[in-house]
């Protein structure tokens, strides 16, 4: 039998209120009380019904979390950080996928009986402008994830693209590559992604007073390894091939490495490779890859919070949050230790 909030307060000596302000987070409570009633709760196993809970409240216990590509490893591992998070608060998880789709995008963001399902949705479009987020009709909370798509009126939680760019690119330079490629430009204009990489590229070419060679940036419709692989294949052709190459994402990088030693080349020693995403594929790949490694956990703890903080009445000013990132440097650069 699940244990009951009247079986807590008997073990802590309190009421059953004061059980319930405990368990439900509120502040009216004093430290050696709340303390005393916390320690009841773990050794009795209490868990809350978060069913009831929700029923008083009017919420469905429901958040949807809606991504372009549930296949690519980056998007799958950010979800089982979402999920922990959120149940971590008594909240289910609902995914959704829309394939940068903008019709099916927007249809997940508008009003409709769908809508009601969800209590929050924490959202990563590719497709959508501002226009189509900013005037949406429905009232649900919406944390936005990915590049910024609109100007003021959503949490939201980006990375700093340009400056982890930046920093892959300036590795490179500095274990002394001379014609640096990079993988993953992106010619329309709703997908940020590979345009915001492609200006750190070039800033940490500037800076380093290299010039920027418009044959060694080659763009691809999509991030996935195919695309990686289909792009090194023609940088390898080229007169002059590159020493390194910078890839927008870690499938990216698998395909250029696939295509690299496919051609009896070696990596890092004929040329060195960088990824974006640090995916436990990478890790695990034969070199291991050097990547740019955003915080997920911390991506997906802010993106809960601020969307409970929403739930529960936050009308402050939207939340504007880079996430922490750092490079991740292993075999694809520096070659296996002797």
Same mark, same amino acid.
């Given at each position: 039998?699940?244990?009951?909030?009247?079986?807590?307060?008997?073990?802590? #000596?309190?009421?059953?209120?004061?059980?319930?302000?405990?368990?439900?987070?509120?502040?009216?409570?004093?430290?050696?009380?709340?303390?005393?009633?916390?320690?009841?709760?773990?050794?009795?196993?209490?868990?809350?019904?978060?069913?009831?809970?929700?029923?008083?409240?009017?919420?469905?216990?429901?958040?949807?979390?809606?991504?372009?590509?549930?296949?690519?490893?980056?998007?799958?591992?950010?979800?089982?950080?979402?999920?922990?998070?959120?149940?971590?608060?008594?909240?289910?998880?609902?995914?959704?996928?829309?394939?940068?789709?903008?019709?099916?995008?927007?249809?997940?963001?508008?009003?409709?009986?769908?809508?009601?399902?969800?209590? #929050?949705?924490?959202?990563?479009?590719?497709?959508?402008?501002?226009?189509?987020?900013?005037?949406?009709?429905?009232?649900?909370?919406?944390?936005?994830? #990915?590049?910024?798509?609109?100007?003021?009126?959503?949490?939201?939680?980006?990375?700093?693209?340009?400056?982890?760019?930046?920093?892959?690119?300036?590795?490179?330079?500095?274990?002394?590559?001379?014609?640096?490629?990079?993988? #993953?430009?992106?010619?329309?204009?709703?997908?940020?992604?590979?345009?915001?990489?492609?200006?750190?590229?070039?800033?940490?070419?500037?800076?380093?007073?290299?010039?920027?060679?418009?044959?060694?940036?080659?763009?691809?419709?999509?991030?996935?390894?195919?695309?990686?692989?289909?792009?090194?294949?023609?940088?390898?052709?080229?007169?002059?091939?590159?020493?390194?190459?910078?890839?927008?994402?870690?499938?990216?990088?698998?395909?250029?490495?696939?295509?690299?030693?496919?051609?009896?080349?070696?990596?890092?020693?004929?040329?060195?490779?960088?990824?974006?995403?640090?995916?436990?594929?990478?890790?695990?790949?034969?070199?291991?890859?050097?990547?740019?490694?955003?915080?997920?956990?911390?991506?997906?703890?802010?993106?809960?919070?601020?969307?409970?903080?929403?739930?529960?009445?936050?009308?402050?000013?939207?939340?504007?949050?880079?996430?922490?990132?750092?490079?991740?440097?292993?075999?694809?650069?520096?070659?296996?230790?002797?």
């Amino acid at each position: 039998m699940p244990v009951t909030l009247r079986e807590v307060a008997e073990r802590a #000596g309190v009421s059953i209120r004061t059980v319930s302000n405990v368990v439900n987070d509120f502040h009216q409570v004093a430290p050696a009380t709340r303390a005393r009633v916390q320690r009841a709760v773990d050794e009795l196993g209490y868990r809350p019904n978060t069913a009831a809970r929700n029923l008083r409240s009017g919420r469905s216990g429901l958040i949807a979390l809606v991504l372009p590509e549930l296949d690519v490893p980056y998007f799958a591992e950010l979800t089982r950080a979402v999920i922990e998070q959120a149940a971590a608060a008594g909240y289910t998880v609902v995914v959704d996928q829309t394939d940068g789709d903008p019709v099916r995008e927007r249809e997940l963001v508008m009003r409709g009986s769908r809508a009601a399902m969800f209590d #929050g949705m924490i959202f990563n479009p590719l497709a959508l402008g501002d226009g189509d987020l900013r005037d949406r009709p429905s009232s649900t909370p919406v944390v936005l994830l #990915g590049e910024r798509v609109v100007h003021g009126g959503l949490d939201h939680i980006m990375i700093d693209n340009v400056g982890a760019a930046e920093l892959a690119t300036r590795h490179l330079i500095d274990l002394g590559r001379r014609r640096i490629a990079a993988i #993953g430009d992106q010619i329309d204009e709703t997908r940020q992604t590979g345009r915001l990489r492609t200006l750190g590229y070039r800033a940490a070419l500037r800076s380093a007073s290299r010039k920027v060679i418009k044959e060694l940036i080659r763009p691809t419709e999509f991030f996935h390894r195919a695309d990686g692989a289909a792009a090194m294949a023609d940088l390898l052709a080229l007169p002059e091939p590159p020493d390194a190459v910078f890839c927008y994402n870690d499938l990216l990088a698998l395909g250029a490495l696939r295509t690299i030693l496919g051609r009896g080349l070696r990596v890092p020693e004929d040329i060195a490779l960088v990824g974006f995403d640090d995916i436990e594929d990478g890790r695990y790949s034969t070199p291991s890859l050097t990547t740019i490694s955003p915080n997920k956990n911390e991506i997906a703890k802010n993106a809960v919070q601020l969307l409970l903080n929403r739930l529960d009445g936050d009308s402050s000013v939207p939340a504007e949050i880079s996430a922490e990132y750092t490079l991740e440097i292993r075999e694809s650069t520096l070659g296996r230790p002797m």
